[in-house]
Each structure stands twice: as structure tokens, then as C-alpha cells.
T-cell receptor
Framework: AQTVTQSQPEMSVQEAETVTLSCTYDTSESDYYLFWYKQPPSRQMILVIRQEAYKQQNATENRFSVNFQKAAKSFSLKISDSQLGDAAMYFCAYRSTYNTDKLIFGTGTRLQVFP | EAQVTQNPRYLITVTGKKLTVTCSQNMNHEYMSWYRQDPGLGLRQIYYSMNVEVTDKGDVPEGYKVSRKEKRNFPLILESPSPNQTSLYFC?????????????FGPGTRLTVT
């Protein structure tokens, strides 16, 4: 069975600085999707960024980028120029291409942003 | 506006009193799921449905029931709630096929069972 591990329960960053959130996963599959979701205090789950495993190029969405290391089964999220609105819980998630509905989530990393 | 709605948003109930949390989506999505979120555990899938009248268990189905009689609705039923079902619940939906892999989440339902 696939698992997702987020080893940093909490992280903090100063406004305008860069922070990296870690995520590792375990799977025997070769094709899958990886996601980062943001959950602000409103509790809404917001998709931040996604990566297809067959793509070598790291995904980027504005200030958010990932470092996808397929061999190492690592999928970290880098937030550049951090803003106060980035403060939230961040979840890493895995989805198989075979069971195309279930997302397997990590336990989350709470990010604090200080002015 | 494309959205997934859940009702109620907050619910406090007592052990054993049957309850239903409704979920509705207006995007004509085939896939729908229920997740529960608990501190230190992330989100875990309870049940999912691939289309009308097609449902299956996720990772933590004990104590829950679902039905999918219409494409847009996917209610979660707790026939005899217990305190260990106190949690934050999310409904999600997604279109099937192609590269449409984004799941759309509802706003969440905070359930407390005393």
C-alpha cells in the first residue's frame, strides 16, 4: 500500500523569505500523481500544485514550485517570497493512476509566516 | 459557480442518534468521495462512488454508509454515531477520464459526537 510521510509537523518562515516543506512517499507503481494542498484557517482544501510522475520537469505555479525526485520518492514544496496569506496547513497527497479517485494524504505541516 | 456543498457545516449530536451529512456538486462529476480529517492523521478516505449506484469502501468505512441515487448527491450516513466519529468531514468530487485529476473539495463539516 502507498504511504505519504510529512516529517515536519510545523515550520515557520519570515515574510518575503523562502521555505521548503518536505514530503516523501512509498509506492511500487511507476505512474502516479502528486499534489500539495493548502488548508487555511477557513478549512477549505485548496490545490496548490500538482506533478505527474512521468514528467521529469518540476511543476511551478507562481511562487510555488516542487522538487520532484522520483528515484528518491521525494516531493518537496518550495514557497518563495512568503506572504502572510501563505500561513496554513499544507498536505502532500498521492494518487495512483489505477485507483484514480483516492487521494492518500500525509499528516500535514503547519506553516507560520512571521512579519 | 462550480462548487461542492455540504450541510450542515457544524453539528453536535449525541451517541446513537442517526444523522446524515449531505453533499452536492453542480459540475456533473462522476467521482465523489468522503474523507475524514483527524489531527496527526491527515485526511483518510471513508467511501467513494464512481457513478450512480456504484459505491465502494475507502480506508475507514466502519460506522458509515453512503448512497448515490443521483449523480449530484452523495450523502454520508452515520446510523449510530459514536464519539470516535468526532471529526472534520470533507466531500470531494472529480470528473472521470482524461487528465482531469483535480478533486474539488467541499467546505467541510465539523461533527462532534458526545
Amino acid at each position: 500500500a502507498q504511504t505519504v510521510t510529512q516529517s515536519q509537523p510545523e515550520m515557520s518562515v519570515q515574510e518575503a523569505e523562502t521555505v521548503t516543506l518536505s514530503c516523501t512517499y512509498d509506492t511500487s507503481e511507476s505512474d502516479y500523481y502528486l499534489f500539495w494542498y493548502k488548508q487555511p484557517p477557513s478549512r477549505q482544501m485548496i490545490l496548490v500544485i500538482r506533478q505527474e510522475a512521468y514528467k521529469q520537469q518540476n511543476a511551478t505555479e507562481n511562487r510555488f514550485s516542487v522538487n520532484f525526485q522520483k528515484a528518491a520518492k521525494s516531493f518537496s514544496l518550495k514557497i518563495s517570497d512568503s506572504q502572510l496569506g501563505d500561513a496554513a496547513m499544507y498536505f502532500c497527497a498521492y494518487r495512483s493512476t489505477y485507483n484514480t479517485d483516492k487521494l492518500i494524504f500525509g499528516t500535514g505541516t503547519r506553516l507560520q509566516v512571521f512579519p | 459557480e462550480a462548487q461542492v456543498t455540504q450541510n450542515p457545516r457544524y453539528l453536535i449530536t449525541v451517541t446513537g442518534k442517526k444523522l446524515t451529512v449531505t453533499c452536492s456538486q453542480n459540475m456533473n462529476h462522476e467521482y465523489m468521495s468522503w474523507y475524514r480529517q483527524d489531527p496527526g492523521l491527515g485526511l483518510r478516505q471513508i467511501y467513494y462512488s464512481m457513478n450512480v449506484e456504484v459505491t465502494d469502501k475507502g480506508d475507514v468505512p466502519e460506522g458509515y454508509k453512503v448512497s448515490r441515487k443521483e449523480k449530484r448527491n452523495f450523502p454520508l450516513i452515520l446510523e449510530s454515531p459514536s464519539p470516535n466519529q468526532t471529526s472534520l468531514y470533507f466531500c470531494a468530487s472529480r470528473i472521470s477520464g482524461g487528465n482531469s485529476y483535480e478533486q474539488y473539495f467541499g467546505p467541510g463539516t465539523r461533527l462532534t459526537v458526545t
